[in-house]
């Protein structure tokens, strides 16, 4: 018997007041449902996204089918819950220029949110051009002002992308000054583990809802979003799902990329080295779990949070890694560390330093690991082409530990003997009593 499909399952089409570029699934888990739970609780229009897909158009050809509507399904230790997300009122590829320049210049969009990765803002890559391209497009509409909402693992990613922007902008341009006038660069603090979609949990969204998906999101009970800054021209209620607004996001941005995303690449460049797949994997090891809280008491030293919060938060953290029902693979978060591994192991480590404690060895560890990583066979970091390079011709652990600073912390030349006998001890990769 054939199954009615999920597209059946929309109430309402909210008009179009938010752009998204980055149709992906922890958007869809993260700011599609935020949005969506702002819906739920307005007694008025609600804020329809028309979301872009950043490389591949697959994302948008599978929602476009299923009328933009999707289920989410929130796994937790002990089950699943399933609920059907009508945020998004239209998807598109990403490479329809016309369609990203219309929505941008229409006057009744407000904001604009990204989820490009950290990859999307080096230099070189088209994310920034595709949000000038946009603005470009509402300036010349006279469509009024705008905030551009980064939600990508970076401190002080609205700065970050408002950089980026203004750098492809002619200095002294009527386009440059409307948007230094005009448009709002916010930054915020995501968090939400979603791994990647599997068939399996295309079997569990219609089993939960009796409803053909081919493109569910899978994600964990727990989200988080701190954002902060100006919104010119209006926003959704995301409060009504729980999100906060705040003068200073810093404080949570370490809080979340030196504990959380500092974890996880802990766990995967080591987990990987030890033959194991998932988050929930490499933390059921006692060797990994044991250099984790080794990272985790190197790290927190240096947020300004008292001991309760950290505890609390830390505590909260091993539950989320210890869910085995989300499998977080490993292979994706080793992807792009030579974007990932600034902000997430080096910023604490240079903050260390600056108080004048030593360097961590578990810090350390996950630099090593990584050198280890980029010399093996899976490894998807376009940044790091140049070091694998560099890698691949040096004879000595010195020469591999030079190497990795001079890529990720020019500053940090002291610390190349520490570092070189962490490679050398060959420990990273499979710290003592981990799998071999």
């Known amino acids: 018997m054939t199954q009615p ?20 699934a922890f958007h869809r ?36 089918a299923q009328d933009a509507v999707y289920t989410l399904i929130e796994r937790g230790p002990d089950g699943d819950s399933a ?17 990203w320049r219309r929505v941008l210049a229409d006057p009744r969009v407000g904001v604009l949110t990204l989820t490009v990765t950290e990859a999307g803002y080096r230099p070189g890559s088209t994310a920034p051009a595709r949000v000038l391209d ?9 469509a009024g002002g705008i905030a551009v909402v980064s939600c990508d693992n970076l401190p002080d990613n609205g700065a970050v992308i408002r950089d980026a922007v203004l750098a492809l902008v002619e200095p002294g341009s009527e386009l440059d000054a409307w948007i230094r006038a005009e448009v709002s660069f916010v930054s915020s603090m995501v968090d939400r583990i979603t791994p990647a979609t599997t068939d399996a949990d295309r079997e569990a969204a219609l089993r939960l809802t009796g409803q053909e998906d081919a493109a569910p999101v899978v994600t964990e009970p727990f989200a988080e979003w701190v954002l902060s800054g100006d919104f010119p021209a209006g926003r ?50 006692p060797a990994l779990a044991a250099e984790l809280e080794r990272l985790w008491d ?29 499998e977080h693979r490993l292979a994706q978060i080793a992807s792009d560390g030579s974007q990932k591994l600034g902000p997430r192991i080096v910023d604490p480590l240079r903050a260390r ?14 630099l090593a690991a990584w050198s280890r990583h980029l010399a093996g066979p899976d490894v998807r970091d376009a940044g790091a082409d140049a070091l ?18 001079a890529a990720l912390a020019p500053d940090l030349t002291d610390l190349i003997e520490p570092l070189a006998e962490r490679i050398a001890a060959s420990e990273p990769a499979t710290p003592q009593g981990a799998h071999a």
């Open 5 to 24: 499909s999920i597209a059946s399952a929309r109430q309402v089409r909210h008009p179009v007041r938010v752009a998204h570029l980055g149709l992906g």
């Open 29 to 64: 888990a993260h700011q599609a449902w935020y949005t969506q739970r702002a819906n739920e609780a307005s007694d008025g229009d609600g804020w329809g996204i028309a979301a872009f897909t950043g490389r591949s158009p697959d994302a948008a050809r599978v929602l476009a």
């Open 83 to 99: 609920s059907v997300v009508e945020a998004l009122s239209s998807v598109h590829d990403g490479g329809d220029a016309d369609a």
């Open 134 to 142: 946009g603005l470009r497009a509402r300036f010349e509409a006279g």
């Open 236 to 285: 959704p209620a995301w409060e009504a799902g729980g999100a906060r607004f705040v003068d200073d996001i810093a404080p949570y941005e370490r809080r979340k990329l030196w504990l959380l995303n500092a974890g996880h690449s802990l766990l995967a460049y080591h987990g990987l080295a030890a033959g194991l797949r998932t988050v929930a994997e490499a933390v059921a090891d």
């Open 298 to 326: 190197e790290q927190r030293t240096e947020l300004p949070f008292d001991d309760a919060t950290v505890d609390d938060a830390l505590a909260a953290l091993r539950s989320r890694f210890g869910n085995a029902r989300i």
């Open 353 to 366: 330093l600056a108080s004048g404690r030593e360097p961590g060895a578990a810090q350390l560890g996950v």
């Open 388 to 405: 694998v390079a560099a890698l691949r011709d040096a004879r000595t652990p010195r020469d591999r530990a030079a190497a990795v600073l």
